[in-house]
């Protein structure tokens, strides 16, 4: 089988409320997305999320290195995923947007041409998906309120976006703890927001409202910090924008850092890599959770099947899809609330129209 063509075109999606994070307000976005074609006639789909600040790519810079990588893999077998990373990583090292992009892509291939859905043809057999959902941050009064109308909509996992003063973040988790009861499940992820002393502080407060897990508390370079944090505390630490590679993971198991690393397909290049990190990180007693940045259902799905092929991954927080929609790309699972089947069509299952 070779490559004969592939193709980008932009897809623009809008929140039907914007997102607030840490950082910023977030009110829609554009991906990149991604048609690659065989002279077999089978076709495959991947997606290019970028988020400058945490891939250091964005859709103008997706672009212009895909063209390139459109020249060198023109006529290459898209099935020889090791041949095509290296192909890839030999011209341009990071830019794993649209190196996930082009994996993706290839995995939707080489599953359709096995005539399986891509679950399977990485191993494995259930296919279902419990996905939590985000509170973006807002005032401590108006999250709780929107943490119960997702516990009123049927959600039991919510994924609660802090990382402002320590302060205020302990108010607005214990507003929310307290307006949703004791059995819903409670995520944090503080996106770099905190230092290390006071991360401490706050983690063990929030031990007492029965929180699950910390993701990123402190800025993203500094394993030192998230190790101490990670001795000083017993919720379990989880790496975000600290883990884009396979490297990184092997840094972050050896340095002891971590309890959990979230992988996201977009930071470190697709499901090729994403195997990679998932396997170090269950060889060192690390678990994995699976997020995802601004995308359709293409790279939802792609994450998806490669989450549920995995044991080590435990907690999914593909939760994008269910506050965009799109005209012209469908299908890959249905949900009911938070949970989410797959589709048993061959490949990742995603229906792209009009490219
Ligand atoms: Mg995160």
């Known amino acids: 089988m070779k490559i004969i063509d592939i193709k980008f075109e932009k897809a623009t999606f809008k929140f039907n409320k914007p997102m607030k994070i840490a950082f910023m307000v977030i009110e829609g ?24 600040f945490v891939t250091g790519d964005s859709i103008d810079t997706a672009v212009a290195v895909g063209k390139q990588f459109r020249s060198a893999l023109i006529g290459q077998n898209p099935i020889l995923i090791e041949n095509i990373h ?71 996992n919510l994924k609660v976006k802090l990382g402002q003063s320590v302060d205020l973040d302990l108010e607005r988790m214990i507003l929310i703890r307290k307006a949703v009861g004791d059995k819903i499940g409670l995520r944090i992820d503080a996106n ?62 050896k340095t002891k850092a971590v309890n959990g690393i979230n992988i996201k397909l977009m930071k470190c290049g697709g499901i090729f890599k994403a195997q990679k990190i998932n396997a170090i990180a269950e060889a060192n007693n690390i678990f994995c959770m699976l997020g995802c940045m601004g995308e359709s259902k293409i790279a939802n799905s ?9 044991k080590n991954v435990k907690i999914f927080d593909l939760d994008i899809t269910f506050y965009t929609e799109s005209s012209w790309i469908k299908d890959g699972f249905t949900n009911e609330g938070n949970v989410c089947h797959m589709t048993d069509k061959p490949g990742l299952g995603v229906t792209v129209e009009g490219m």
Not at 31 to 52: F, N, S
Not at 130 to 153: C, F, H, N, R
């Open 86 to 156: 290296n192909i890839m990583d030999g011209m341009y090292a990071y830019n794993t947007s649209i190196k996930a992009a082009i994996d993706i892509a290839c995995y939707d291939i080489a599953s359709k041409k096995m005539d399986m859905p891509l679950y399977k043809f990485l191993g494995g057999v259930n296919k279902t998906v419990y996905s939590d959902t985000t509170l973006g941050i807002d005032e401590p009064e108006a999250m709780a309120e929107k943490a119960v109308e997702w516990v009123q909509k049927g959600w039991s």
């Open 192 to 253: 770099q927001g905190w230092s290390v002393k006071d991360s401490i502080r706050i983690i063990n407060e929030l031990e007492k409202l029965n929180v699950e897990l910390i993701e990123q508390p402190i800025v993203y370079w500094d394993y030192d910090g998230l190790k101490e944090i990670k001795s000083m505390v017993n919720l379990p630490v989880v790496a975000d924008e600290s883990c884009h590679s396979p490297i990184d993971a092997a840094k972050l198991a």
């Open 29 to 52: 976005f554009d991906t990149l997305v991604l048609k690659m074609e065989t002279d077999e006639g089978i076709v495959g789909y991947g997606e290019a999320a970028t988020l400058p």
């Open 302 to 310: 792609a994450a998806m099947h490669f989450g549920i092929a995995n």
